[in-house]
């Protein structure tokens, strides 16, 4: 599991974006060295952080804009998001 959070203001959360990536074996990242076979992309989720309401910040599915997390709730969903993969990968 890879995940990816950027944001383009260094002191703000405006357009900020987290991507998490599962692979089968270890893709190459730039200062890593990957696995000698190439690495497959299992699957991935992308996320936007967006106020949601007055006062409220939420993570949001990009693709889904109906689901919504708060930074705690956005462990479990991720931690479940990579036992559906595994469950997957089993069969």
Do not use: H, W
């Not at 357009?15 to 690495?39: L, T």
């Not at 006062?55 to 705690?72: N, Q, S, W």
């Amino acid at each position: 599991m890879i995940a990816n959070f950027r944001t383009c203001y260094a002191n703000a959360l405006d357009e900020a974006e987290m991507e998490i990536n599962f692979y089968k074996g270890f893709p190459d990242i730039p200062g890593y060295r990957g696995s000698i076979s190439e690495a497959s992309t299992l699957k991935s989720m992308k996320l936007e952080y967006q106020l949601v309401g007055p006062g409220r910040m939420a993570c949001v599915k990009a693709d889904a804009k109906d689901l919504e997390f708060t930074p705690t709730q956005l462990v479990e969903v991720a931690l479940k998001f990579y036992l559906d993969v595994a469950e997957k990968q089993k069969a």
